[in-house]
């Protein structure tokens, strides 16, 4: 007789052939200071800051369902923690960003228990004016240059590498460190039993939480660990710009409203959506970036048509139609006849 046994799988062959290019992508661009100029250097860290801070509020707004507006605010508290701990208690730049994402994870801790008693868009309005405070008290700090800004000290700067050179390969380096390390870490949550949690809270809340499921709980965490992650890699955008003020640290339209784009004609919900629609940002920003403000209408224009014609953005639609998954996050019940031996009973 035979008995039909299951197993749970993650990995397709799609997935299968997602890792292997991904594996062969990161060795190439691991090896970019050895063949890339300075400009190139700097757009990919650049692509790499914003893969790691869409792939972060696709987290919270994707799966966790909290569309927030005020991502600057974690973005800009890393960029002035960097320059705080550099300036006044003279810790290492490279040391000062990963300094940066716990203090600001703690920061978010009473954030999220204010922000938290809104909902829908009073949500999304109320981290919009987290973000605005967090920009005019970093106005008021005199030792961070007030409202003008500060440029990190020289010694600072010399102390990472004695060379220009080697410290445009370090932080080079430490971007694509950094972005590798956020997804990683998205990947083994989603994988997890938290990440089928998140996974369900995505598709349906209410069916989510009368299954049992601590939604609230879930996505308090979530929260912290998103501001954890955009505060060091806010810390590392602003090492390389070298120099902070509010308006730059705190810009909605840099830190969000561009994040937000990336993810919606990527693929919310999912994560190679905020991969593919930073590539296709990035290309946009630098065929068309001479246009002056038309570039901005092209790229809303571009939004909306993504949004009517493929609602769940262009990953999304590819996906769905050919059931293509770069990396081994669903699960699929395979099942398996076995036979057995011996005389019924």
Known sequence: MSVVSHTVQHATRSSRIGVALIAVTLIALALAPFWGDRQTLRLLAEVYAFVALASLWNLLAGYAGLVSVGQQAFVGLGGYLLFWLV??????????????????????????????????????????????????????????????????????????????????????????????????????????????????????????????IGVFRIKIIIYVLVAFGTSMVGALIFLQKLRISPDTAFSVNDWTAFVIFITVIGGIGRIEGPIIGTIIFFIMRQTLSDLGSLYLLIMGAVAIVVMLWAPKGLWGLIAERYGWQALPLQRHLVLKPTKTSGRPS
């Open 87 to 212: 300036i006044v208690l003279g810790v290492h730049p490279v040391v000062a960003i990963f300094v940066a994402g716990p203090v600001a994870a703690l920061i978010a801790i009473p954030v999220a228990a204010l922000t938290f008693r809104l909902r829908g868009a009073y949500f999304a309005i109320g981290t919009w004016v987290v973000a605005e405070v967090f920009r005019l008290l970093a106005s008021q700090i005199s030792v961070l240059g007030g409202g003008s800004g500060i440029s990190l000290p020289a010694a600072a700067v010399i102390a990472m590498a004695p060379t220009r050179q080697a410290r445009e390969f370090e932080i080079y380096w430490l971007a694509l460190a950094l972005t590798v390390i956020v997804l990683a870490a998205i990947v083994a949550l989603l994988r997890s039993r938290h990440g089928l949690a998140l996974t369900a809270i995505r598709d349906n809340e209410l069916a989510a939480q009368s299954s049992g």
